[in-house]
């Protein structure tokens, strides 16, 4: 069965567009910001953000600020029009591909800063990628005044960046944290598996298998990943959770799993 917004969803570009397109519905609006090449995961996010709205807006943009390796913004997959057959079918009202020129009509001049979390984990080795991260969500929250903002665990330290900054900037928006979409092997959905060959989604299964290994310690986590054909950007535990980065084929892939409660008997043990 259609979703009940299936035929009625309005694609918009222009800050004018989006603002008549938001003042054109009442009540409540959910709002599932991404980079595009969607897929089971971000539709996910969508569903969750549907059966609690009633009006749903998506917005899809590759952010250039966020990428600090050229190549990987270059090779970044643009899907406009599966990307727009996908939102459609989910349900979502109004789907907005951001004019680049309107967003960073500043020049990049102001920006949002962390200065803790940011420079742990993924931050060690994505020089000023939170920061180009953190500056577009808050202008697009800024622009869409949204209800509530959907993210996945995935990116758990980005969730947790944006929570923080919601938080310190008054933001009323509520944020909504969605778990990671695995597929029947375990591996979490991401727009980068798409650039895997075959050989290389069989080995980032493995990575996803290994990292969830309820019995791992980081140094037998790092023992087994390195019998594979992967580099490891980083292997760590923050706050009950396990967090790993490894480059598979020259793409880099991360995930993240909660602590079992034997790694946490373990610590105990230990101390
Ligand atoms: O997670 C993403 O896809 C991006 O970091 C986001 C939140 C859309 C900001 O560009």
């Not at 947790?160 to 029947?184: H, N, Q, S, W």
Request: proline letters at 5%; hydrophobic letters at 40%; a neutral charge.
């Amino acid at each position: 069965m259609a979703p009940k917004n299936a035929s009625k969803m309005v694609v918009v570009e222009s800050l004018a567009d989006l603002r008549a397109a938001l003042s054109a519905q009442v009540g409540d609006w959910g709002f599932v910001p991404t980079m595009g090449a969607l897929h089971a995961g971000h539709a996910s996010l969508v569903e969750r953000a549907c059966s609690e709205n009633p009006n749903v807006l998506a917005s899809v943009f590759v952010n250039p600020t966020q990428f600090n390796d050229p190549r990987d913004l270059e090779k970044y997959p643009r899907t406009r029009e599966a990307d727009i057959a996908l939102l459609r079918n989910h349900g979502v009202t109004v789907a907005w591909f951001p004019r680049h020129e309107e967003l960073y009509a500043d020049t990049f001049r102001y920006q949002v800063s962390e200065n803790l979390l940011s420079h742990e984990l993924c931050g060690k080795f994505r020089p000023g990628h939170f920061t180009g991260m953190l500056t577009v969500v808050l202008k697009l929250i800024q622009a869409a005044r949204p209800t509530r903002v959907y993210f996945g665990e995935k990116d758990y330290q980005q969730l947790e960046l944006v929570r923080g900054m919601l938080k310190a900037f008054f933001v009323p928006t509520e944020l909504c944290a969605c778990p990671i979409f695995r597929d029947e092997a375990g591996l979490a959905l991401s727009s980068r598996n798409a650039r895997l060959s075959q050989t290389g989604i069989s080995t980032a299964r493995a990575f996803a298998r290994e990292l969830a290994h309820p019995e791992h310690t980081l140094q037998s986590l790092r023992t087994s990943l390195e019998t594979l054909d992967l580099s490891i950007d980083y292997l760590e535990d923050h706050d009950k959770r396990r967090y790993g980065a490894v480059n598979i084929e020259g793409i880099r892939l991360i995930d993240n799993r909660p602590l079992s409660t034997h790694h946490e008997s373990q610590k105990e043990s230990k101390l």
